[in-house]
């Protein structure tokens, strides 16, 4: 099995990168053949990346999120999944190339950082541990995407208002369409962020005895999630709509990955799992 | 193929010397009367604002193009048009121009798709008008499977090649549906109307008609099941619009910036779409600089139609492919219509000595006998003639070589034609 493992490892970075060519091609190309072709191959990619996960959990006894490259390898395979869902169910197939990219740069730092780890603290082999990591992952995987289709919305806008009728122009959905896949996707970031952080609150004081409110993770994870939810709030009650709430998703983003840096620049947590 | 042709389009004269040769459908109908009686066996006659065109099957092979343009002039009293302002076409290149036209590569607006419609109608006419024989109706409905294959199988009528249609096709990448939207239409006017026409195919969910002239707006709102609202109040309602179409005959801005960063502000800044159709322009451009208002003139609309075009052009190529494809399939049925009175020629000759030989035995054997005889050269016959017709009929199907069958057919004929056995042997 752990030979598997090693093969599918090298071969993911290479199928995302396999998807991301299909997808760009067909952003600039617009053939019709490639249009069912990219789904397809998209599809069969998640499937062998679970089989990875599984493979792994089972060979090494733990599931692959307790180190940082563990992570990256369920975080591209998050985005990736849930783009298949976006793709799925809003039938916008012209964006794919900008959001599989995130799942390329995620599991190749993944494949060529992840070691074999099978001794891990029984700490980590909890199952509140496995669904605060999901859920924080899918949170984060949520707002990438809206990011992605936020910044999509800025190129976009940019166009109509400066009468650049181009390819892009072209080959991008409308706006309305644009705001609302990155709504949605903060919206369903937001709220696995929030379980993330509840069951976070709940079991972290059990998991471990140094735990501390002022740890820097927590603090960081905190102030992401004050501000996607002080931006939703306001759209809902405000009425933030249009350029404004995209640039505030960018924003948003930008700062998490900031904060998520500082966090791990700061060292010193109890909040690492494995360093 | 004996087919001819003559036309007066865009290419060769101006739209006044057009106008002055349109057919109407009852003029249409008293020419073909004069070319059935005079030049034509079969044809069409098609008029459009672009074009008017005379095609058919001559009564007299030698019949010169530039009578049916001479009957032309003569019927619709036009004086100031010569000869020069018509193209003529014979046999294959006949066929092509048809197939041109109906594919819409020929039209003024490349790849319209109103010329198909209307070539239908002209070949529907001629049909009604008992003035389409076999040939002319297999011509006819290549025609109209030309036209069909090219809108389906190229992109040669994709994009907006209209300004009010360019419109649209911006608006379509600002608002995922038009079901929830409304939308004002201010302009009554051939342009507000075919914008108008346009967001309603569309699905606009609530249209808007404001012209200075009520009953004209009442007209088109009727047309496009909308409402009116009155052009003097029409800034007091604008902010309840998601999409202004302006295309008014006014001399000088009818909204102005502050109009417009009114309405946005009353909009509470949701998104607004501002199309300018008009010549002069309606609306201060300057609005374009506000967040969340977009706007279009005349101007920036051309640059999408000019890619639409470049786009179209693109596809010409294409287009010729499915007209030769079906250029090929039309003369190869055509061809084969040649070559079966010659194989009946063949055959008739092989069984009349098949007959006379019988004849010489019917006395000189059994009755049995003379009937297994007779099934027994029927056989035989059969089989001798069984590859030269199907080789016969290959060369007819494989397309548009024509001297090819002429040649074939000259030889079969005169090596099986029955000669009188007094006539002396022609040598060449």
């Not at chain 1, 190309?29 to 990219?38: E, M, Q, S, T, V």
Request: proline share 3%; glycine share 6%.
């Amino acid at each position: 099995m752990l030979e598997t493992i090693r093969i599918l490892n090298t071969t993911l970075p290479a199928l995302y990168l396999a998807i991301f060519a299909v997808y760009l091609i067909d952003f600039f190309k617009d053939k019709p053949a490639l249009h069912n072709i990219k789904r397809i191959f998209l599809f069969v990619t998640l499937i062998i990346h679970t089989a990875y996960l599984l493979f792994w959990t089972i060979h090494f006894d733990h599931p692959p999120i307790t180190t940082k490259f563990e992570i990256f390898t369920v975080l591209a395979f998050s985005v990736a999944f849930s783009y298949f869902l976006i793709e799925l169910s809003s039938d916008i197939r012209a964006t794919g190339a900008f959001i599989i990219l995130f799942s390329l740069i995620f599991q190749a730092i993944s494949s060529l950082f992840i070691e074999d780890l099978i001794d891990v603290p029984e700490v980590l082999r909890n199952r509140l541990l496995g669904l605060h990591v999901i859920s924080a992952l899918l949170g984060y995987a949520g707002i990438t995407i809206s990011a992605v289709y936020s910044m999509l919305f800025t190129i976009q806008y940019k166009r109509i208002k400066l009468n650049q009728f181009g390819l892009v122009f072209n080959r991008l959905p409308s706006l309305e369409m644009l705001e609302k896949l990155s709504v949605n996707s903060i919206i369903v970031g937001f709220a696995l962020l929030t379980i993330a952080i509840v069951i976070g609150t709940v079991w972290l004081p059990q998991a471990f005895p140094d735990f501390s409110l002022l740890d820097p993770k927590l603090l960081t994870t905190g102030a992401v999630w004050l501000i996607y939810g002080s931006g939703l709030a306001v759209r809902f009650t405000s009425g933030l709509y249009g350029k404004k709430f995209m640039t505030f998703s960018v924003i948003g983003f930008v700062a998490a990955i900031v904060a998520l840096a500082a966090s791990g620049i700061m060292g010193s947590s109890f909040h690492q799992f494995n360093k | 193929m004996n087919i001819i042709g003559t036309t007066i389009n865009h290419h060769t004269a101006s739209i006044e010397q057009r106008e002055a040769l349109h057919l109407s459908k009852n003029e249409i109908t008293g020419f073909i009367d004069i070319l059935r009686r005079e030049y034509l066996s079969d044809g069409f006659v098609i008029s459009t604002c672009n074009r008017t065109e005379i095609f058919g099957l001559p009564m007299d092979n030698d019949l010169n193009v530039a009578k049916l343009q001479d009957a032309l002039l003569e019927f619709k009293q036009v004086d100031g048009l010569s000869n020069k302002n018509f193209l003529n076409f014979f046999s294959c290149g006949a066929i092509k121009h048809i197939f041109s036209v109906t594919s819409g590569i020929d039209s003024l607006i490349l790849g319209d798709s109103q010329i198909h419609g209307q070539m239908k109608e002209a070949f529907q006419l001629s049909v009604d008008m008992n003035f389409a024989g076999t040939v002319m109706r297999r011509i006819f409905d290549t025609a109209v499977k030309v036209g069909k294959r090219s809108i389906s199988e190229t992109g040669i009528g994709e994009g907006a090649v209209s300004v009010s249609y360019a419109a649209i096709q911006v608006v379509e990448k600002i608002f995922s549906s038009f079901e929830n939207r409304s939308a004002i239409v201010i302009g009554a006017g051939e342009t507000g109307e075919l914008a108008a026409m346009h967001l309603k195919d569309k699905g606009i969910g609530k249209i808007t008609i404001s012209n200075r002239t009520l009953s004209k707006a009442e007209e088109l709102a009727r047309k496009v099941h909308g409402e009116i609202i009155h052009f003097d109040d029409l800034k007091d309602y604008l902010h309840n619009f998601d999409i202004i179409v302006s295309a008014t005959a006014a001399p000088g801005y009818i909204l102005g910036y502050d109009d417009i960063k009114t309405v946005v502000k009353r909009r509470r800044g949701n998104t607004i779409c501002l199309m300018d159709l008009a010549l002069p322009r309606d609306i201060d451009p300057a609005v374009a600089k506000l967040d969340g208002v977009f706007y279009n003139d005349i101007d920036s609309l051309g640059s999408i139609i000019d890619q639409n075009i470049k786009r179209r052009e693109k596809e010409i190529p294409a287009v010729e492919g499915i007209i030769l494809d079906e250029m090929q399939n039309l003369f190869a049925w055509y061809n084969t219509l040649e070559v079966i009175p010659t194989i009946k020629k063949i055959r008739d000759f092989f069984e009349d000595i098949r007959q006379e030989e019988i004849e010489k035995i019917r006395y000189k054997v059994h009755e049995e006998d003379l009937k297994k005889l007779d099934e027994m050269t029927k056989r035989l016959v059969g089989r001798l003639l069984h590859n030269p017709t199907i080789r016969l009929r290959n060369v007819a199907e494989s397309g548009l070589n024509y001297q090819e069958v002429a040649n074939y057919t000259s030889v079969i004929t005169s090596l099986f034609e029955p000669q009188n056995e007094n006539e002396p042997v022609k040598k060449s």
